[in-house]
């Protein structure tokens, strides 16, 4: 298996501008999360999918954001307007059932994200 | 609120010295305790991990001390070596019971960044 994967690896954006990232977990993960990762305030939970179902988006920092997961192998974040501040590392993550990994995020590798 | 405290923020170690990383958490629903490594420009790895019924796992030169009285888990690097050099989180899961089904979530403490001289 390839890894959970994202894409675009860089986004340089301007202001106000719209910004869509994106996931696919690894086949056969049920459970999808995003984080974002800055200097100041480490890593933080955003959302997390449980069987394509949103279940805890109480981390997503306002309305600007958005996710969706339409299936089981595909997830987005949008930011919309994008601002300067959301200048972030932003990783998605997906866990299995099965018990022998049950516990243990994969990451995949992360999108930079730089808001002009 | 930040459910899990990680301490120092940054180490400094000579190589072949140990490098210790401490965690404290207040939430006994918690149930698992992994560390994860992250080197630059990478996305966050499993490195080893410890349940509560044990007060001590060692892989290698990892090793995970756990006190489940104080609420409190620590990272020891035995031979700290200069590719060890990256940033290291702690955290800690939970069972969510969900409508959906159950779920596990992880809670991360603010990370390590930690420098093997060599």
């Known amino acids: 298996d390839a890894g959970v994967i994202q894409s675009p690896r860089h986004e340089v954006t301007e202001m106000g501008q719209e910004v869509t990232l994106r996931c696919k977990p690894i086949?056969?993960?049920?459970?999808l999360f995003w984080y974002r990762q800055t200097m100041m305030r480490g890593l933080e939970l955003l959302i997390y999918?449980?069987?394509?179902?949103?279940?805890?988006d109480s981390g997503m920092p306002e309305d600007r954001f958005s996710a969706k997961m339409p299936n089981a192998s595909f997830s987005t974040l949008k930011i919309q307007p994008s601002e300067p501040r959301d200048s972030a590392v932003y990783f998605c993550?997906?866990?299995?059932?099965?018990?022998?990994?049950?516990?243990?995020?994969?990451f995949g590798p992360g999108t930079r994200l730089t808001v002009l | 609120q930040q459910q899990v405290k990680q301490s120092p923020q940054s180490l400094i170690v000579q190589k072949g010295g140990i490098s210790i990383i401490n965690c404290a958490y207040e939430?006994?629903?918690?149930?698992?305790f992994p560390w994860y490594q992250q080197f630059p420009g990478k996305g966050p790895a499993l490195l080893i991990a410890?349940?509560?019924?044990?007060s001590e796992k060692k892989e290698g030169r990892f090793t995970i001390s756990f006190n489940k009285s104080a609420k409190q888990f620590s990272l020891h690097i035995m031979d700290s070596q200069p590719g060890d050099s990256a940033t290291y989180f702690c955290?800690?899961?939970?069972?969510?019971?969900?409508?959906?089904?159950?779920?596990?979530?992880?809670?991360f403490g603010s990370g390590t960044q930690l420098t093997v001289l060599p």
């Open positions: 086949s056969g993960h049920n459970s």
């Open positions: 999918f449980n069987n394509n179902v949103p279940i805890d």
């Open positions: 939430n006994t629903a918690f149930d698992y």
């Open positions: 955290a800690a899961a939970e069972e969510r019971e969900l409508s959906s089904g159950s779920a596990r979530q992880l809670t």
């Open positions: 993550a997906s866990i299995t059932t099965d018990p022998h990994y049950y516990n243990e995020q994969f």
């Open positions: 410890i349940r509560p019924d044990v």
